[in-house]
């Protein structure tokens, strides 16, 4: 069986990060995905995804991400039953996400907290060598070919 869902979007709300009694943590959060395809006449539209992430997730959300910046997460669909206050039965739907990536670059996500992850413009980048091309011999013979 396969259950696999991969979104990109924007935040819409920080996300707030909690903990369980037994002392795990959870974030659930919702991302705005704008859908692919639009009619001709009409508005994009947007669907609200809820997401929720647990533990090292969760923190990674909550310590890096911010309302509008943009996200990537590749998760499982879950559902889940439960009742509301007038005592309807409904079922909810949403990623429980296993991975969670940066997408887009600093300036698009507003200034966000990352930005004490990455290494510091004043480092040098470091410098590699051609090396001595004499140490490589052309093979002409495809028979020679280890593979």
Partial sequence: MINCAVI???LVADPELR???????V??????????????????QTDFIDVVAWRQTADFVTRFF?????IAIQGSIQTRLYEDKNGNKRKAFEIVADNVSFC?????????N???AATPASTPAPSFSTGNIGDFEE?????????
């Fill in 139 to 147: 093979i002409s013979d495809d028979d020679e070919l280890p593979f």
């Fill in 66 to 70: 911010r309302k509008g910046s943009m």
């Fill in 114 to 116: 990352y930005e004490s």
């Fill in 104 to 112: 887009g670059s600093k300036a698009e996500s507003g200034g966000s």
């Fill in 8 to 10: 990109m979007g924007r």
């Fill in 27 to 44: 974030t659930s959060f919702t991302v705005a995905v704008d859908r692919r395809y639009v009619k001709a006449g009409e508005e994009k």
């Fill in 19 to 25: 903990t369980t009694t037994s002392g795990i943590s």
